[in-house]
């Protein structure tokens, strides 16, 4: 019987990884690579842990199932309340992120229930799996994940990818499901307060390449190693902080009544949500008390000047207005304006185009009707990798704000209340942040493009079908 196991190495940097390769460090991702191959694709934006997920798992963009970051506001009032109608997936309400997701959008877990199970760790979505098939998920390990968070711990992490690594493997070998989905999330940790290239980060990946020999060293064994797919990818990059831009003050001292987590309750009838993802991007969502949501161009009139203010801080690299399901502004300091459009976000084949307005804020050529492989082809060169397609499935989502801003490089927009002082970053569209490393231990059909092939791969490796729509093509 096949399986698929992902290794996910959060964090992880495609040029860390190789040089770590390049080091003779990693020896069984060393087998790996030469065996199968090793690829550089482009994840997801934002570009942050959970959200980023939403591919491996589900073969989807994140924001059109529910997850346009890891904080956002509830504009609609589906699944979020009086009195803060906020979400914040940094603490206890990560128990909801299955809850929040698109009902009619199935899981891999879900989808190979009846071809052997699964089995995951660390993994923030779990839609489909029992609560056996999941490892770390016991209050004990969440009293433990919780005390190394808050204690900025990052050794603590190290420790806990051991743990993980040591059980993964040893339930795989008895159980054999048909999908093993694990985290490791030492190197994002380590990276944030280390940087990406600091030895601890390289001692993180070695627990990722450990639990790779042991998987394969039983597989072996065991005579199943030729029907077992073992990839290791990440769900984002990194790039060193030198400066954070306190957002929510920031727009607070500008005249506006601001809520911001983690204090979401003490203004009243509040003007703007700042709601910051990983740190490097945020969402805004103006005149939060309409149900409904408003365009940019029904806002402009009252909104333009602090979109304008925005532009003018060093923090700020790239300001998104979306303008319908469809279309969305895209603008730049010094760069101009332009237009980022979707032909439609839900067809199964969308065609993207990209007209500047008055300059080029994404530094591409223009586009016009590129399918999905031809504009991500298009911007795989520039400083916003797939960054056309990733801003139209973004923009259009109906949980996004109406204003949302991807971070300069050397800013991040969140000043406070890190355990660990941060160093590092993500969440934005840089290519640093974009490209992830995706390791295969067969050769692919096709080269791999996305994170969001993942899932479509694996379903194409189990021989499992499936009518609902993804995002990825399988490389399988």
């Known amino acids: 019987m096949p399986s698929v196991i992902i290794l996910v190495a959060d964090g992880a940097r495609p040029d860390t990884l190789e040089r770590a ?14 065996e199968g191959g090793l690829y550089t694709v482009t994840s997801t934006f934002p570009s942050v842990t959970g959200p980023a997920y939403a591919p491996f798992v589900m073969g989807r963009f994140p924001g059109p199932v529910g997850l346009p970051g890891l904080r956002w506001y509830d504009r609609a009032r589906t699944r979020r309340t009086f009195p803060d109608r906020t979400r914040s997936y940094v603490g206890a309400e990560m128990r909801h992120v299955d809850g929040d997701l698109d009902p009619t959008a199935p899981t891999i877990f879900e989808l190979a229930g009846a071809r052997g199970g699964s089995l995951a760790a660390l993994n923030v979505i779990g839609r489909g799996l029992r609560r056996r098939d999941v490892l770390a998920r016991s209050v004990p390990w969440a009293l433990r994940a919780a005390r190394t968070h808050f204690r900025g711990d990052v050794r603590g992490w190290l420790a806990i990818d051991r743990d993980v690594g040591a059980e993964l493997a040893r339930r795989v070998r008895e159980r054999r499901p048909a999908v093993t989905f694990a985290a490791f999330t030492g190197v994002d940790k380590t990276s944030h307060s280390a940087g990406h290239d600091a030895p601890i980060v390289r001692e993180a990946l070695r627990i990722v390449d450990e639990t790779a020999a042991r998987l394969r060293a039983d597989a072996e064994r065991d005579g199943c190693w030729a029907d077992t797919h073992l990839w290791i990818v990440s769900d984002h990059g990194h790039s060193p902080v030198r400066a954070h831009e306190d957002l929510a003050a920031l727009v607070a001292s500008w005249g506006r009544r601001v809520i911001a987590h983690p204090w979401v309750y003490h203004v009243r009838s509040p003007d703007v949500a700042v709601m910051v993802s990983g740190n490097a991007m945020a969402h805004l969502y103006l005149e ?6 408003p365009w940019w161009p029904a806002l402009a009139p009252r909104h333009d000047d602090l979109v304008a203010r925005l532009l003018e801080r060093p923090s700020v690299d790239l300001v998104l207005l979306p303008h319908s399901r469809t279309r969305c502004e895209v603008r730049a300091r010094g760069r101009g304006s332009a237009l980022v459009e979707v032909s439609d976000a839900e067809s199964a084949a969308p065609y993207y185009s990209y007209r500047p307005l008055d300059g080029d804020p994404l530094g591409i050529a223009p586009l016009d009707r590129a399918d999905a492989a031809a504009a991500h082809a298009a911007t795989l060169g520039s400083d916003y990798p797939d960054g056309v397609v990733q801003i139209a499935h973004l923009a259009g989502s109906s949980r996004s704000g109406e204003v949302i801003l991807s971070a300069a490089r050397d800013w991040d927009f969140r000043a406070r209340y890190e355990p660990i002082p941060h160093v590092s970053s993500h969440g934005a569209l840089h290519r640093e942040h974009m ?22 791969s694996a379903l194409q490796a189990l021989g499992i079908e499936t009518a609902a729509r993804l995002d990825g093509e399988s490389f399988v």
Do not use: E, S
């Not at 069984?28 to 030469?34: K, P, S």
């Open 21 to 34: 390769l390049a080091d003779r460090a990693l020896p069984a991702m060393a087998r790996l690579r030469a």
């Open 288 to 293: 939060p008390a309409r149900r409904g949501r």
């Open 435 to 456: 490209l992830v490393p995706l390791l295969l231990n067969h050769p692919p059909a096709r080269t791999p493009l996305r994170t969001a092939d993942v899932m479509p």
